[in-house]
């Protein structure tokens, strides 16, 4: 069965300092990958998503993802964190025909920032 | 870009009533939405799949006689939870398939039955 595994629950970081938050899937075929953020009592914003080709995939407001096949992984990356990047952070895989017609979510990354 | 606005965005009801979630994609046709639960810091659960013109598809476990959902128009979904207890109070998300060939979320209604 398709499943997300996002292993850190909870990630503090200090504002200016790197991120880097863990996603691992299981899924049969190709993946449908995405990162989503949600700030408290809001939906959810799409950060960038992995459909095909290039394995390195550059989103919104400075975030980055690299999908790396052999490790089943598509980490979340960003070089310096800012203050009101402090939210929860989503990770998950399309399945489906398609790839897109239903998203499966890890159980999320709480992401607080230090000054 | 594309847009999903969600209404109420939350709502108190008394139990026993029922309440009706709206979820409208402004910009663009969607034939197919989502609906999602989400506990206090939890993931979201998807509940059900809505197509444009038929039933809906539920996820195993979720009640269909309880949340009753209709997406009767290309930018039109509803979900009504009918008869609700203080159990089925929860944050509920929508979602359409867009034209960038991912997905959009609404903002959320918050849902609290006293």
């Known amino acids: 069965a398709q499943s997300v595994t996002q292993p850190d629950i909870h990630i503090t970081v200090s504002e200016g300092a790197s991120l880097e938050l863990r996603c691992n899937y299981s899924?049969?075929?190709?993946?449908?990958l995405f990162w989503y953020v949600q700030s408290p009592g809001q939906g959810l914003q799409l950060l960038l998503k992995?459909?095909?080709?290039?394995?390195l995939v550059q989103g919104i407001k400075g975030f980055e993802a690299e999908f790396k096949r052999s490790q089943s992984s598509f980490n979340l990356r960003k070089p310096s964190v800012h203050w009101s990047d402090a939210a929860e952070y989503f990770c998950?895989?399309?399945?489906?025909?398609?790839?897109?017609?239903?998203?499966?979510f890890g159980a999320g990354t709480r992401l607080a920032v230090h000054p | 870009g594309a847009v999903v606005s969600q209404h109420p965005s939350w709502v108190i009801c008394k139990s026993g009533t029922s309440v009706k979630i709206e979820c409208r994609s402004l910009?663009?046709?969607?034939?197919?939405m989502f609906w999602y639960r989400q506990f206090p810091k939890q993931s979201l659960m998807l509940m059900a799949t809505?197509?444009?013109?038929?039933?809906?598809?539920?996820e195993q476990g979720v009640e269909k006689d309880k949340f009753l959902i209709n997406h009767a128009s290309l930018t039109l979904s509803t979900l009504t939870v009918t008869s609700a207890h203080p159990e089925d109070s929860s944050f509920y998300i929508c979602?359409?398939?867009?034209f960038g060939y991912g997905y959009t979320f609404g903002s959320g209604t918050r849902l609290t039955i006293v």
């Open positions: 998950a895989v399309g399945r489906g025909s398609g790839g897109y017609n239903k998203l499966i």
């Open positions: 809505s197509n444009e013109g038929s039933k809906a598809t539920y």
């Open positions: 910009d663009f046709q969607a034939t197919t």
């Open positions: 992995y459909f095909s080709g290039d394995t």
């Open positions: 899924y049969g075929a190709t993946p449908y």
């Open positions: 979602s359409a398939k867009d």
